[in-house]
């Protein structure tokens, strides 16, 4: 479609979609012949498409006599929540179609389809509608960022008999490299880099695999909100969880000691990097 000189641009042409076309061939063939008439921007002599008795079908006109007609005919309101439905609101909205479809139009994509001068004029125009930003909030994963899950066994034998309630461990946090038994793991400051304390278990000790080969387990996936140094240490690497080891060798683990104070018993280097 040949647009003209607007208020927004110069003359260009746009794809539209066949119907288009069809239809304004049809509004051609069933119209009263006009004749050629001065167009008031560019001094040529030019045909409109809707005029009447030599004269331009006005704006006033098609927003006051003929477009509330055919809303009711459609049945449909004619305000909405964006105000009144008026000839130039399809223009808004076929560009927030375009901008919000499957495979949409980028903003400067758009811009030359509309025929705009400025971005901003476009962004006025193409509006996001609730359900694709609630894709692109979706598709951001921000709390799949900030929380991981954690597999968790617990030993129903141990809570059936009462063993639990003398301090036998009864539920095991699965680490990856081995376990942890303190009840409230997720409020450990060395859940993301264990200090090996009495409540770790090695999954390479018979212990684990006595765990292990247990019938009576039941395994669940626990969600663990990671703390902001946690997330980056995950996210950008071994250096960063490295950083957050040393930052933790003074602070005390689930059983009193702190890592420096269990590195030292164990006569060791404790290992750079233990994380889930």
Request: with cysteine; aromatic share 8%.
């Amino acid at each position: 479609m040949d647009v003209p000189i607007n208020k927004t641009g110069t003359a260009f042409t746009k794809p539209v979609d066949g119907f288009v076309g069809e239809a304004v061939r049809a509004w051609e063939n069933v119209r009263p012949t006009q004749p050629e008439a001065v167009d008031l921007k560019t001094g040529e002599i030019v045909h409109y498409l809707f005029a009447y008795r030599s004269r331009r079908v006005g704006r006033e006109y098609l927003n006051e006599s003929v477009i509330p007609p055919l809303c009711g005919k459609a049945g449909i309101p004619v305000e909405d929540a964006r105000g009144k439905i008026t000839c130039h609101r399809a223009r808004p909205t076929i560009a927030t179609q375009l901008f919000n479809a499957k495979e949409p139009m980028s903003l400067f994509e758009l811009q030359e389809w509309l025929g705009h001068r400025s971005p901003s004029s476009t962004q006025y125009y193409a509006k996001l509608t609730p359900t694709k930003l609630a894709k692109a909030y979706a598709d951001a994963d921000y709390f799949g960022r900030n929380i991981r899950a954690v597999e968790v066994l617990i030993d129903q034998e141990v809570i059936r008999n009462g063993a639990a309630l003398t301090g036998e461990p009864w539920k095991y946090y699965d680490l990856g490299h081995g376990y942890c038994t303190y009840d409230f793991f997720d409020q450990c400051p060395h859940r993301m880099a264990c200090a090996r304390c009495d409540f770790y278990l090695p999954k390479d000790s018979s212990q684990a695999q006595l765990l292990e080969a247990r019938s009576n387990l039941q395994r669940m996936m626990q969600e663990i909100p990671l703390r902001e140094e946690e997330r980056a240490g995950v996210d950008e690497g071994v250096s960063l969880m490295d950083k957050l080891i040393t930052n933790l060798m003074d602070v005390p683990t689930p059983s009193g000691a702190t890592p420096r104070e269990i590195r030292a018993k164990a006569g060791r280097e404790l290992p750079a990097l233990r994380h889930n």
